[in-house]
């Protein structure tokens, strides 16, 4: 029986005339509660079967590289705690998501509140999103992070120096809500002329529901699926980015 539905069943026991059993989380309590969530992360894989600890320790182990071991301990379903030795590593891994086990997204969050688990809100991962067909007038920060709203809240916008972004490719740090269908496509509007599309492609996304959108499962999972070729779902692969650094480094290796 996991945590939730234990508290749940407790929550429906009626107890009579016994008191409740209520500690305050005051004073040294607190103080020492602090010291220890400094160092953690809490984190939730959207993997459809369990995971296995040893392995998941393993995998990042080899793709974090933190200066110190990471303890990675099981919360029950497919939530871990990650207690990192120096706040350095924790700040890198946070900011250098999204990150991957077993094809499947690992979404990181620090504790919220007091920490229990089942109060923890895993609804929101930090992607570096590329925009398409961006006007040239639209290549500066200020604007690319009203379009970049469109999608989520916008963290960093990538610039070349003086505040520009001119080039094919505009980049946006930007935390996505992964409970709702992923944006493929905003559009820009002038008065009197035609609306202009703008492709949205997700760096470092993990698999994901060509159907419905949805991170989390395969469209073969998907209850609205019904049988369709892939390439006519409404989402495909395309929306997989490349990070420019990568795709210039294969654009060398072809050429040779």
């Keep these: 029986m996991d945590t939730e539905e234990l508290i749940r069943k407790c929550k429906a026991i009626s107890i009579g005339e016994d008191k409740e059993k209520i500690v305050n989380f005051e004073g040294s309590m607190r103080s020492k509660g602090r010291q220890v969530v400094v160092g953690c992360l809490v984190g939730k894989i959207?993997?459809?079967?369990?995971?296995?600890?040893?392995?998941?320790?393993?995998?990042?182990q080899m793709v974090w590289r933190t200066t110190k071991e990471v303890r990675i301990e099981s919360l029950g379903n497919n939530v871990f705690l990650f207690k990192f030795a120096l706040e350095a590593d924790k700040k890198r891994i946070l900011a250098g998501g999204p990150w991957h086990f077993?094809?499947?997204?690992?979404?990181?969050?620090e504790p919220k509140g007091i920490g229990e688990v089942t109060r923890q809100a895993f609804?929101?991962?930090?992607?570096?999103?590329?925009?398409?067909?961006?006007?040239?007038?639209?290549?500066?920060?200020?604007?690319?992070?009203?379009?970049?709203?469109?999608?989520?809240?916008?963290?960093e916008v990538e610039t070349h120096g003086y505040g520009e972004c001119i080039g094919e490719i505009a980049r946006i740090r930007i935390s996505v809500d992964i409970t709702q269908p992923l944006p493929k496509m905003i559009f820009l509007k002038l008065e009197g002329e035609e609306k202009i599309p703008m492709p949205v492609g997700y760096e470092h996304l993990p698999d994901f529901c060509f159907c419905c959108g949805h991170i989390g499962h395969s469209f073969e999972e998907c209850a609205q699926?019904?049988?369709?070729?892939?390439?006519?779902?409404?989402?495909?692969?395309?929306?997989?980015?490349?990070?420019?650094?990568?795709?210039?480094r294969l654009n060398r290796s072809r050429g040779n």
């Excluded at 600890?53 to 995998?59: F, P």
């Excluded at 077993?102 to 969050?109: F, K, M, S, Y």
């Excluded at 049988?227 to 795709?247: F, H, N």
């Design 102 to 109: 077993d094809r499947a997204l690992i979404i990181l969050t």
């Design 123 to 155: 609804t929101h991962t930090s992607f570096w999103v590329q925009l398409r067909n961006v006007p040239i007038m639209c290549m500066e920060k200020d604007i690319l992070k009203v379009l970049g709203e469109q999608i989520g809240t916008v963290e």
């Design 46 to 60: 959207l993997h459809n079967r369990s995971v296995n600890q040893e392995g998941l320790k393993s995998a990042l």
């Design 225 to 248: 699926y019904k049988g369709q070729a892939k390439e006519q779902l409404p989402y495909g692969v395309w929306m997989k980015a490349i990070k420019i650094s990568e795709r210039a």
